[in-house]
């Protein structure tokens, strides 16, 4: 299973752009890459997941580089709900879809 | 609405008292997993199950037990419960898009 590395804590303020960059170095050919979002003693939402390239949805773009071994999540104009932790996960299909986790990077958004 | 359903959200219970905290996910997804959430541990995997009458070991499986007779529900089970068990659970499911929908949660006090 592909190991994932992520900053441990963001600051931002709201309205900015957040963006957090995972790295995936091991990462195989049929695995994708997905992101949680979790608050505090709440479970984990899912967020985004994408293979390569680029996938945008209402909340949230993610972009993967063509070598895959990184992503990077961007949250547009982030608002002081958005402060959670986030979570890079790689899902490998030969191990069933499994969600292996990560510590996540902790996004404080200030006022 | 789309949700998975975990039941009770709080529960203190005393070491050694059999304890079920139920699942239940309308969805009609056929993998369901645990997990539990502990300070500087992040989430690990309990039991998960890929579809009725199929269930299997995750990282952390010992001390409990599930089983899936049906496909909305995933109870799981301490027969004996530890205080080394308190802890924050998690109930999910998915399909085989991908995406897991997670339940609000189990916090869990054993003494």
């Known amino acids: 299973l592909a190991k994932t590395t992520q900053p441990i804590s963001m600051d931002s303020y709201e309205g900015q752009e957040v963006n957090i960059t995972c790295s995936h170095n091991?990462?195989?050919?049929?695995?994708?890459i997905t992101w949680y979002q979790q608050f505090p003693s709440q479970g984990p939402r899912f967020i985004i997941q994408?293979?390569?390239t680029k996938v945008t949805n209402e909340v949230a773009s993610l972009f993967i580089p063509a070598d895959r071994k990184s992503s990077t999540l961007s949250l547009p104009r982030v608002s002081l709900s958005d402060t959670a932790v986030y979570y890079c996960l790689v899902v490998s299909e030969a191990a069933g879809n499994k969600l292996t986790f990560g510590g996540g990077t902790r996004v404080l958004v200030k006022p | 609405e789309a949700q998975v359903t975990q039941n009770p959200r709080y529960l203190i219970t005393v070491t050694g008292k059999k304890l079920t905290v139920t699942c239940s996910q309308n969805m009609n997804h056929e993998y369901m997993s645990w997990y539990r959430q502990d300070p500087g541990l992040g989430l690990r995997q309990i039991y998960y199950s890929m579809n009725v009458e199929v269930t299997d070991k995750g990282d952390v499986p010992e001390g409990y037990k599930v089983s899936r007779k049906e496909k909305r529900n995933f109870p799981l089970i301490l027969e004996s419960p530890s205080p080394n068990q308190t802890s924050l659970y998690f109930c999910?499911?998915?399909?085989?898009?991908?995406?897991?929908?997670f339940g609000s949660g189990t916090r869990l006090t054993v003494v």
């Open positions: 994408g293979y390569k």
């Open positions: 091991n990462i195989a050919t049929n695995d994708y």
């Open positions: 999910a499911s998915s399909s085989p898009e991908g995406g897991y929908t």
